[in-house]
């Protein structure tokens, strides 16, 4: 089946430094990823939809100058996390919309 | 009201019982359901995926929908210690938006 990675699967870091996380369909273009952020025993919170080539669209309350979101091509989405702060710790998601939408092995952020 | 209820449990239960796990939703248009499944630390796996009303059947899993009481349910049979994971309902009508349940931890108990 088709395969979404993500890239760190760890990182910690320290607060008011900048993170970026990346996101690569490994066999099959995706125009559309999605990019979820979970926190412990809680469900997956949709963050933004990141469309190849045009700006994301956010989710309500989720602010798209701390995180941004980078579409450049049809494999690979960025999102940087953008002077992280410890309540941005979280557990973060992306998928790719293919036949199916395929979901990465997610990323664990822990900010100091 | 939120768009898909599920009910976080946790549900532990042993090896070889029957599981059922439920949600239910609030929008009566939407019209594909899933179920992931989600190992400690990973990301979600799509486990089963549905369009509109019926039963679909994969294996041990049972996917069921009742489109007229908004309800969504997953029965797993002869339950296995490696089947103890999350179980996350999800909802979508255009599929490019997902609206996921807050996951039921399931153990299964050798």
């Known amino acids: 089946g088709a395969v979404v990675s993500q890239h760190p699967s760890w990182v910690i870091c320290k607060s008011g430094t900048s993170v970026k996380i990346e996101c690569r369909s490994l066999?099959?273009?995706?125009?559309?990823m999605f990019w979820y952020r979970q926190f412990p025993k809680q469900s997956l919170m949709l963050m933004a939809t990141?469309?190849?080539?045009?700006?994301?669209?956010?989710e309500q309350g989720v602010e798209k100058d701390k995180f941004l979101i980078n579409h450049a091509s049809l494999t690979l989405s960025t999102l940087t996390v953008t002077s992280a702060h410890p309540e941005d710790s979280s557990f973060y998601i992306c998928?790719?919309?293919?036949?199916?939408?395929?979901f990465g092995p997610g990323t664990r952020l822990t900010v100091l | 009201q939120k768009e898909v209820e599920q009910d976080p449990g946790p549900l532990s239960v042993p090896e070889g019982a029957i599981v059922s796990l439920n949600c239910t939703y609030s929008?009566?248009?939407?019209?594909?359901f899933m179920w992931y499944r989600q190992y400690s630390r990973k990301g979600p796996e799509l486990l089963m995926y549905t369009y509109s009303s019926g039963n679909k059947e994969d294996g041990r899993f049972t996917a069921q929908v009742d489109k007229s009481s908004k309800y969504i349910s997953l029965f797993i049979r002869d339950s296995q210690p490696s089947d103890s994971a999350t179980y996350l309902c999800a909802i979508t009508n255009t599929g490019n938006q997902f609206y996921f349940g807050t996951g039921t931890s399931l153990t299964v108990i050798p």
């Open positions: 998928s790719a919309q293919g036949n199916e939408q395929f």
């Open positions: 929008n009566s248009a939407f019209q594909y």
């Open positions: 066999d099959f273009q995706a125009t559309t």
């Open positions: 990141s469309n190849e080539g045009s700006k994301a669209t956010y």
